[in-house]
T-cell receptor
Framework: DGGITQSPKYLFRKEGQNVTLSCEQNLNHDAMYWYRQDPGQGLRLIYYSQIVNDFQKGDIAEGYSVSREKKESFPLTVTSAQKNPTAFYLC???????????????FGSGTQLSVL | DAKTTQPPSMDCAEGRAANLPCNHSTISGNEYVYWYRQIHSQGPQYIIHGLKNNETNEMASLIITEDRKSSTLILPHATLRDTAVYYCIASRWGGSQGNLIFGKGTKLSVKP
């Protein structure tokens, strides 16, 4: 089945440690995104990528880094500089419609990151 | 993206229609209205979108007022599995600009 796979489902980070969240899609989508969700809140955009080897900062990029070496993969690293990393992290992808009339986001099932 | 306003919560009886309102009074002419929903601890799921005309698919119907300042998502026969947070978004782009603004949405509780 086509879709977006995020792993792991749960992740724990020790103080001062970098951790990497995986996101893989087999939908042949060009664009991929990372969002952060805090309890009872909406989603906030961390980074997005519209094409391989290119990505842009979202609203809350500080303390995070990404790479887009392959179309299928968009891993997110939560660095030690992110002082409040506990949150639910969501990866999404979309097919780029040149007319931007029928685009929609497809989301993974999320990774819950907690600090030990 | 235009700002949207939704009630924080709603209840609906199982089997009845759920009507979820959304105000987007500052929507511009080239902005679409999108609806997504998020079941607890899962990623959001696309439901439907529209520009001017009413839309219907296998999941729901979208009614947009003539002046486009508000819309209503209708789940015709709500089930317990429809319990979720529903997000209304007004955006020019579906997602390639990464600028879909997911606010707090409406928490719909479907009760037996």
């Amino acid at each position: 089945d086509g879709g977006i796979t995020q792993s792991p489902k749960y992740l724990f980070r020790k103080e001062g440690q970098n951790v990497t969240l995986s996101c893989e899609q087999n939908l042949n989508h060009d664009a991929m995104y990372w969002y952060r969700q805090d309890p009872g809140q909406g989603l906030r955009l961390i980074y997005y990528s519209q094409i391989v080897n290119d990505f842009q900062k979202g609203d809350i990029a500080e303390g995070y880094s990404v790479s887009r070496e392959k179309k299928e993969s968009f891993p997110l690293t939560v660095t030690s500089a992110q002082k409040n990393p506990t949150a639910f992290y969501l990866c999404a992808s979309s097919h780029r419609d040149s007319l931007a009339t029928n685009e929609k986001l497809f989301f993974g099932s999320g990774t819950q990151l907690s600090v030990l | 993206d235009a700002k949207t306003t939704q009630p924080p919560s709603m209840d609906c009886a199982e089997g009845r229609a759920a009507n979820l309102p959304c105000n987007h009074s500052t929507i511009s002419g080239n902005e679409y209205v999108y609806w997504y929903r998020q079941i607890h601890s899962q990623g959001p799921q696309y439901i439907i979108h529209g520009l001017k005309n009413n839309e219907t698919n296998e999941m729901a119907s979208l009614i947009i007022t003539e002046d486009r300042k508000s819309s209503t998502l209708i789940l015709p026969h709500a089930t317990l599995r429809d319990t979720a947070v529903y997000y209304c978004i007004a955006s020019r782009w579906g997602g390639s600009q990464g600028n879909l603004i997911f606010g707090k949405g409406t928490k719909l509780s479907v009760k037996p």
